[in-house]
């Protein structure tokens, strides 16, 4: 069993930033994905962010040129930076653990966060 805490969510202006972080705990596997998603209300959870234990990334569209996502094999966590915040971007903010598969999406054993909320608006 994998555990996920996030931090970092809060009330920015439009054009602000945040840092968004999340530890991971538990039975850990080394060859993982972590990922961040967003509520995306009214719909399935939208992925925003991933990265796999080599350093390999993907993003949304959306968050493309203003997020970063990275990570500390070591200390087991992953952040992502959100630069240029919009009022769009508010949303719940979730951290996501997956084994067994290349991307995020191929994984099996999958552990989520209970999440942060991001704020964006003046």
């Known amino acids: 069993q994998v555990q996920l805490v996030e931090s970092g969510g809060g009330l920015v202006q439009p054009g602000g930033s945040l840092r968004l972080s999340c530890v991971a705990s538990?039975?850990?596997?080394?060859?993982?994905?972590m990922a961040w998603y967003r509520r995306a209300h009214g719909e399935e959870r939208e992925l925003v962010a991933s990265?796999?234990?080599?350093?390999?990334?993907t993003y949304s569209d959306s968050a493309m040129g203003r997020f970063t996502i990275s990570r500390d094999n070591g200390k087991n966590m992953v952040d992502l930076q959100k630069n240029n915040l919009k009022p769009e971007d508010t949303d719940v903010y979730y951290c996501?653990?997956?084994?067994?598969?290349?991307?995020?999406?191929?994984?099996?054993?999958?552990?989520w966060g209970q999440g942060t909320q991001v704020n964006v608006y003046s």
């Open positions: 538990g039975n850990i596997v080394p060859a993982n994905v």
């Open positions: 996501n653990y997956g084994a067994g598969g290349w991307t995020i999406e191929a994984t099996e054993d999958r552990a």
């Open positions: 990265i796999n234990n080599r350093g390999r990334t």
